[in-house]
């Protein structure tokens, strides 16, 4: 079933269209993220969900009705920001329950579900602390919890781990994974960290000027990224392009220096322009075994990652390939000479464009 979906949607602000004719469709229960660099429209996409925008032309639906008129207040939805806005003079039970006596619900029925909510977001035993006296993880999980008590049909989020350090962001990364799962609520987040949008989602939208350029898993997007916007957003790839050969059962493209062979032959054409993306982890350095493709390089740059090393190997024309190995102990030296390899089913194919184009 669908919980929300965009028809159209478009957001003018004057005469600036910071959101141009998006469709989307999020499932129930999943936990779906707008990934995109900033000021790509994700928030203001958002925002128009909540209800806080209005769309400039397009329908936003929720559970098949449409929103477009109804106030935030009537939207079966909730809104987490990066900066939570908690009471600080009320403490965290009251902080949670606040919603729930609005609507004027019974003191045990409060205390219990504002007892399973602390719960779900691991500060049981915290009822009495102030917020002023908890840390900014915990202050966001008072957040969550009382964005979550009045059980929402979406839960949305705008960079909520934003302003926490990196190691508690990993933490509540998988703590909000684990909280969506467990109350099955529709999650729709907004970050610009690939790697949160990876690990986090079912299925992820990545926005770019406005527009959606690809939906998918988080596997579709990494593996078989649609568009060259997409490919090197998500991580570093080397986008190689050049004009096809077929002969015969076989196809290869020339891109300067690089002969690339290509998988999938049938696909391409005589003459034909492709872009292809070849990510860095894909590549091997010196392969003992023989490869579909070579090139000889020599080490320009070596950057130590932790558990893997990035190296940028320039070619015969001067450019850099980014090659990425496991960490080792003794890496290759700047001015080594090596061989590059890779195999012709790892090369995403990412288009092909007529040569008059
Ligand atoms: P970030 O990650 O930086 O928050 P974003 O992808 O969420 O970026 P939006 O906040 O949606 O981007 O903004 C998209 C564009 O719309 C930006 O160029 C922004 O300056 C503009 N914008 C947003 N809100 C308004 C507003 N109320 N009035 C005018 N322009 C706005």
């Not at 909540?50 to 109804?70: F, Q």
């Not at 990364?173 to 990876?198: D, K």
């Not at 696909?267 to 070579?294: C, H, V, Y």
């Amino acid at each position: 079933m669908t919980a929300v979906s965009l028809n159209a949607v478009e957001k003018s602000f004057g005469s600036a269209k910071v959101v141009k004719s998006i469709n989307l469709s999020v499932n129930q229960g999943e936990f779906f993220s707008l990934l995109g660099p900033s000021g790509c429209g994700k928030t203001t996409t958002l925002r128009m969900i909540a209800g806080l925008e209005t769309p400039t032309s397009g329908d936003i639906m929720i559970r098949g009705v449409r929103m477009n008129t109804v106030p935030i207040n009537r939207r079966p939805t909730n809104l987490i920001f990066q900066k939570h806005a908690l009471f600080p003079h009320l403490n965290v039970f009251e902080n949670v329950a606040f919603g729930l006596k609005l609507k004027s619900m019974k003191r045990a029925v409060i205390e219990r579900k504002v007892g399973e909510m602390l719960e779900v977001v691991s500060l049981s035993g915290f009822e009495k602390r102030s917020v002023n006296e908890l840390s900014g993880g915990q202050q966001q999980r008072v957040a969550i919890a009382r964005a979550l008590v009045n059980e929402p049909a979406v839960l949305l989020l705008d960079e909520p781990l934003g302003a926490l350090d990196l190691k508690l962001q990993l933490r509540l990364q998988r703590e909000l994974r684990r909280i969506q799962r467990s109350t099955g609520i529709t999650f729709i987040y907004v970050t610009h960290n690939q790697s949160e949008a990876l690990t986090m989602s079912d299925r992820l939208a990545v926005m770019n000027d406005g527009r959606v350029e690809q939906v998918g898993t988080p596997a579709e997007i990494y593996l078989k990224s649609a568009t060259s916007f997409v490919a090197s957003f998500i991580g570093r790839t080397n986008l190689i392009e050049g004009v096809v050969e077929v002969e015969a059962d076989t196809a290869r493209m020339t891109d300067g220096p690089i002969i690339a062979v290509l998988d999938e032959v049938e696909r391409f054409q005589n003459g034909e322009r492709t872009l292809l993306s070849l990510r860095p982890e894909r590549i091997a350095i010196n392969p003992a075994q023989k490869m579909d493709n070579a090139i000889d390089a020599t080490v320009a740059e070596v950057e130590f990652l932790g558990s893997t090393i990035l190296y940028r190997m320039r070619i015969a024309d001067g450019r850099l390939l980014f090659v990425q190995a496991l960490a080792d102990s003794n890496p290759y030296a700047e001015g080594a000479s090596v061989q590059l390899g890779w195999n012709r089913d790892v090369a995403i194919f990412i288009r092909s464009t007529s040569i008059a184009e």
